[in-house]
DNA sequence: CTGTTAGCGCGTTCAC
DNA sequence: GTGAACGCGCTAACAG
């Protein structure tokens, strides 16, 4: 139905090839028969066939996202930084979300293969087995919050450990001894990492790491609204509690206010990743904050150097710093 | 790089036609060939060049969606339907978010012409003038939260105006007569649908609906949080306030607990949209239930079926319907 | 500067 | 059943 540039090229009585040059933009053409063709194309309603185009150049502009299912908010924000960079540089984004089982990854991955330059995959959990076994050689790859890098091109992570260290570091100097976590799934790749940053937190200041202190969740609001009846239980009882993200502070929240328990005064309360409504809690939340769009930049805007051989493709790794920030769920003063 | 048809065909000393039949399931291929031929592309790890299908096949399998910037839960959500759908069906999904600036949009349009079968475009905004000057006739075009259908195959909205006529008349029926609202930006389609839906709500009940009690927002908690202040100021007081969204009701909620009103004591409270968060507010926001994923869903089925031939293209319409959901914002007991 | 021509990788008649 | 050959729309040498 639109029309060909062929079709240009025979109104316009040129050949395709001139067509085909000024539409490009680049080459010699003369000045004349360039703005002749540029008529007859606008004309036309001329728009080029994409496919027609990566197809002879090998190259479709198109990287490629897979993304957990999980994560509502970044899902947005990570997705957002990369298709603004793509944009940018005229690149297109093909998304997908896996449910988070490996074998669904699998399936996507491989749809997407032929026709994406590369591809950005989110994979928190922590067996990454799967790509060398359904990537194919040559096809950079950027892995993001993954614990390992092997046949990628490049990992990108958040400090989580750092991360959490500082918030739990910030608890402490509150005066707080008894700091309990709700912890992440334990296969969870950020989710271990936190964990691991509020150990050696509690060990640096040699306060005891009792493990009755951390407690499971899944990083939903739902398993922070339940997690709060346990915390409650404790004893000795904390006086603080330190979420792994901030939809389970937000749930914990809940379920404390729910049976009374004044935050901060009663137990001060932290989360991570600094999602938008943290700020609105009430208290406000105390959090890591976390760049999510930033990852989503960094992982094209690599992603766009390895395809242009500007970056090596084997597996470099760079993580992303967190900034705490105080609110007044930590027992802060409010600003 | 990667194997082509020719290669699997000369190894496996068949012809392409013949690896293109069994690879394509269809046609009558002698056993013992199309499993040597499987073998073979196996062997081979042949995987189809997509963009070679695309153009021989003069389709792409790949829809376009085109959404405003306004981040949230629901960008997440609305992909997700669409991409969900879109995987089953063996079909691709290339986002972009436009900045809701008309040129932008256009901009983005334009580029992902040629790329896909059909667009799915979010455009909450009131004018809708690009659509018959930058999309081709012959592409099916989907238009979400829009107000009209002009050049669009089909569009797809929420039951606002009744949603929202519901929520009024819920807070009057806990003896509410002084309810202000906290709009939209004018110039959105939603909002204003739900302002009108709050302003029949009160005529019906004939109650009195001043002006001075519709304080203009723009759907950011940002927003809802300032409001808060010029509601208190409103003389006489209002009893109840309808937030046109539940970005807006968080931030107003966050703004009256800073002043010490309490909800629903002092003021009742609702929002619209029930985003996962209004859930696990302190109190538990009452709020229309928007079927954000199903919305996506039926963008694509309705694509599909246009795409398909079994659907017209030629601009019907489909409203979802919105669900009152009670919380403890309002007034209602917790359940 | 511009036109001719050969692919890009695959689907698809149309003969055999 | 199977193969040869053409075409999808465009880019990229290679000639002029």
């Known amino acids: 139905m639109p029309a060909t540039i062929r079709e240009v090229a025979r109104k316009a009585d040129v050949s395709v090839a001139t067509v085909s040059r000024v539409l490009n933009g680049s080459d010699s053409v003369r000045p004349a028969t360039r703005e002749h063709v540029l008529e007859t194309a606008q004309a036309l309603q001329y728009i080029p066939n994409e496919t027609a185009r990566s197809l002879s150049q090998k190259q479709t502009r198109t990287v490629g996202v897979l993304l957990p299912d999980m994560h509502g908010q970044f899902f947005a924000q990570v997705i957002q930084g990369i298709e603004e960079q793509a944009q940018a540089q005229n690149y297109h984004v093909l998304v997908s979300s896996s449910h988070s089982e490996e074998e669904e990854a699998r399936t996507m991955i491989r749809a997407m293969l032929g026709r994406v330059d590369g591809l950005v995959i989110m994979w928190p959990k922590s067996r990454v087995p799967f790509l060398s076994e359904t990537i194919p050689k040559g096809l950079p790859t950027i892995l993001l919050n993954a614990p390992a890098v092997e046949g990628a091109s490049f990992a990108l992570n958040f400090d989580n ?106 137990l001060a309360l932290a989360g991570f990743d600094d999602i938008p409504t943290a700020r609105f809690m009430m208290p406000g939340l105390t959090t890591a904050h976390v760049p999510m769009r930033r990852l989503g930049e960094r992982a094209f805007e690599h992603l766009l150097a390895v395809l242009s051989g500007e970056a090596p493709d084997d597996g470099g790794a760079e993580t992303l710093a967190t900034e705490l920030i105080r609110r007044t769920s930590c027992g802060c003063p409010p600003s």
Chains 1, 2 share one sequence.
Do not use: C, K, W
């Open 161 to 266: 450990r750092r991360g959490a260290r500082n918030v739990v570091r910030h608890l402490i100097e509150h005066g707080h001894r008894r700091i309990a976590m709700l912890a992440g799934a334990s296969e969870n790749h950020d989710a271990r990492e936190r964990l691991a940053g509020y150990r050696s937190a509690l060990e640096e200041a040699d306060l005891a790491a009792d493990d009755d202190y951390v407690i499971g969740g899944d990083f939903t609001r739902e398993s922070g609204y339940e997690a709060a009846r346990r915390v409650l239980a404790l004893s000795p009882s904390p006086t603080a509690l330190f979420a792994a993200n901030d939809s389970m502070a937000i749930g914990a929240l809940r379920g404390l206010q729910e049976e009374d328990v004044r935050v901060p005064d009663d």
